[in-house]
């Protein structure tokens, strides 16, 4: 908060205030909590409806989807600590950008100096960011492969029910989830053909994930682009502490010169006049 003086009225007060808010690190900020509260969100609902409709129709033996429902669990925890990292990160890297505003606002204006701790800390930040970027490149590449096979077998169900298709045999017409290596070979029954196919497509556990993982998968890109966002934010403002640093040493450095050339000037103007 600003405090009002006599001399100062509310507008120039709130001007202040305002022209200390980092904007590009709060539009960053909204936009990695938005993306990551929707890939955890909708990814977490999207795994439990997937590993159901698998339980239902495609591995009715337990023993065969054990290994699979573990890694589901796996992945649910992970996403439970990628939320609450990124809550922490998402909230240091904003103060982070009040901070380093100030620090470049004050340092122009020269009221105090950034120490070498501030701009290690700001170039820390620069490489973690830009290692959780590569991981989340990773992340959103790895979102995209269950949209893929949902929208695979989503385009099998309507070329099935389309008048279009003239499909004699649609028992012939299968799905069999066994080839993409998520449940094993021996799993019963493995695949779904003809009308249960179309019972399949038709659950609310189908509708749901499908559209749950293209969501998750949209979230999973707009982090991507709040880490890329704050990566430029981060190296603009290490830029910044970076020349200002080297300005304000260049100009310690020419004021000694300074200095030292007023103290010899006067000591022979007083070894003249001796």
Sequence with gaps: MCSLSPSAGCFECCIKCLGGVPYASLVATILCFSGVALFCGCGHVALTGTLTMLENHFSQITTDHAT????????????YGIASFFFIYGIILLAEGFYTTSAVKKELQSQFKTTVCGRCITATFVFLTYILGLAFL?????SAI???LFYNMWTTCAAMKSPMANITDPDSICVD???YG?????ATPGKACGSTLGDICSTSEFYLSFHLYIVACAGAGTTLIALIHYLMILSANWAYLRSSCNQNEYQD????????????????LNSSYS
Excluded: C, H
């Design 182 to 186: 998520i449940i094993p070979w021996n």
């Design 138 to 142: 990773g992340i959103f590449g790895f």
């Design 177 to 179: 989830v066994r080839q």
């Design 68 to 79: 699979l429902t573990i890694v589901i669990q796996t992945m649910q925890y992970v996403i």
């Design 253 to 268: 450095i020419k004021t000694k010169d300074d200095d030292a050339e007023e103290g010899g000037s006067k000591e022979g």
């Design 146 to 148: 269950p949209v893929f």
